[in-house]
């Protein structure tokens, strides 16, 4: 990391070795997941969590950084694979799971859960949606807003020309449910 430890000598940020203690969930492991989750492991962060519930198809090979050999594979087994040749430093949990069902929910808040908390308190610092659907989103929002935890919401058009970014921060922004 010697360019970006550069920028700390500069003094154009402070401290840099704190990315290292971080540890983002990346909820969808698709075009916008999956270039998000690289550029995580290319600055050092010092854990990843990733989730989808869909598998590497030949369709992906076009915009993803899947290789064909993981066709099949779980898009979090591939990615994680993909990741841990990029930066062998990181942590990388990977969690094949839809979220949006009624087990799926449960799961994903455990998952992201400090060990021995009750369900009450993140072990994560941020969680990045990143995913391609409403009822995803809605799920994020829900258990994030439970724990307190912040949030990035991101999005494509569907005619792939534009997109957006929000925050959410429970307590201080509107949630994803007051302003989708």
Not at 154 to 170: C, F, M, N, R, Y
Request: net charge negative.
């Amino acid at each position: 990391y010697s360019r970006l430890m550069a920028l700390q000598r500069m003094g154009v940020v402070a401290e840099y070795e704190r990315i290292r203690a971080c540890t983002v969930a990346v909820v969808g492991v698709g075009g916008v997941g999956a270039v998000t989750a690289e550029m995580l492991a290319r600055c050092g962060v010092g854990r990843l969590l990733l989730y989808d519930y869909d598998t590497v198809e030949a369709a992906n090979m076009n915009r993803l950084f899947f290789r064909p050999e993981q066709c099949g594979l779980t898009k979090t087994a591939a990615a994680a694979a993909t990741l841990a040749g990029i930066n062998p430093d990181v942590a990388i949990e990977a969690f094949t799971m839809n979220i949006t069902t009624l087990d799926g929910f449960a799961a994903f808040k455990e998952s992201i859960c400090a060990a021995g908390s009750d369900s009450k308190e993140s072990r994560v610092d941020l969680v990045l949606s990143c995913v391609d659907n409403y009822e995803a989103r809605m799920t994020i929002n829900q258990v994030c807003l439970e724990l307190g935890q912040p949030w990035m919401e991101s999005g494509v058009s569907e005619d792939a020309v534009s997109g957006h970014i929000q925050l959410v921060v429970p307590g201080a922004t509107a949630c994803f449910a007051c302003v989708p």
